[in-house]
């Protein structure tokens, strides 16, 4: 079993990933922006700008699309990739899939009507910043991850939508800054205005393990994968973009998504841990999207504990961040041709 593996050569920085927004990816998602921005008007009669609301039916379910690709259980015998194998060989190149939970996992706060909305500066420019259409409700004492990434979901249930930021930093009582940012709506497909804060161009939130999942022990979705392997200019629905950049074969593109053999008696396996036996079983029955780049060949992303119980050590039985979860049988994953499995 390895230790800590930040202190292990050639695993550096395991959740980190590079600018979101290349140029590449900027041109990628032109016509998204395009489409998008006049969808909402978010000023009052006198001019002043309001936080947007809505009389969402989300608020007690999935909050994107049962029939989205983040939703729909594979398919009994989905057409693999050809390079099913190639792939899943670079997946597996550091030997296990990282439980990034900390220092690049993401917190996620939840909102109402009643949080005061505050005006957010998006400091790149890559075209119109969603956040800075109207202000955004986030609450008091809200912090981002403290990885480069400070990643940070805001979920409205007023507005109807999912807010993700990307380097997001609070620079008074009432204004945030972040390098960039966008929202989703309530009832989508992952993707929303502007696309996500993900080098895949998908919501921070679709795919993301939470913490009352790994209490459940229970994972009903797709997860969200990071790798250094993503492909370069190649990219695959759901993802809208990549900032791929593996330099040698083979590599995975962002979007395809993984699939742990649904044959394998997970829960036979000795020693697995709840956490791993709730991702494993996740991974066969939903699978994983590739939607970042990072520092390591597989890596996992979790909500970040915001609170003083860490559900990490205590309910999934991971001794640290970047954990390996060594008792899931990697080498058993495998890549699809298509997202539905068509």
Known sequence: MLSHPTGRAGVRDLGRRTRPGSPRRAVVTAGVLAGVLALCSCTSPGGEDLPPTDDSTYHAGPLFAEDSPWYLPIPDDPELDEDSADMVA??????????????????????????????????????????????????????????????????????????????????????????????????????????????????????????????????????????????????????????????????????????LDPSVDVESIPDITPGELAVARALQTHGGYVRDSAGTALGIVFEMPTGDTDVYREVAEFPWDYYDMPHVPWDRLRVLAEWDGS
Do not use: M
């Open 90 to 259: 670079a997946l597996t190149e550091d030997g296990g899939g990282y439980a990034i939970t900390q220092e690049f996992g993401v917190p996620v706060y939840e909102v109402d009507a009643s949080t005061p909305a505050v005006p957010v500066t998006c400091t790149e420019t890559w075209g119109p910043c969603p956040l800075e259409e109207a202000p955004v409700r986030i609450p008091d004492g809200a912090t981002p991850s403290p990885g480069s990434d400070g990643s940070l979901v805001v979920i409205d249930h007023a507005a109807g939508r999912i807010y993700d930021f990307w380097q997001a930093e609070q620079v008074s009582d009432g204004e945030w800054r972040t390098t960039w940012g966008t929202y989703a709506p309530f009832g989508g497909d992952g993707s929303g205005q502007g696309g996500g804060a993900t080098a895949a161009g998908v919501n921070l939130l679709a795919g993301l393990v939470r913490l009352a999942e790994i209490e459940a022990g229970r994972i009903d979705h797709a997860l969200a994968i990071v790798s250094d392997k993503s492909c370069p200019e190649v990219f695959r629905y759901p993802a809208l973009k990549t900032d791929g950049h593996a330099s040698e074969l083979p590599c995975i593109p962002q979007g395809a998504r993984v699939q």
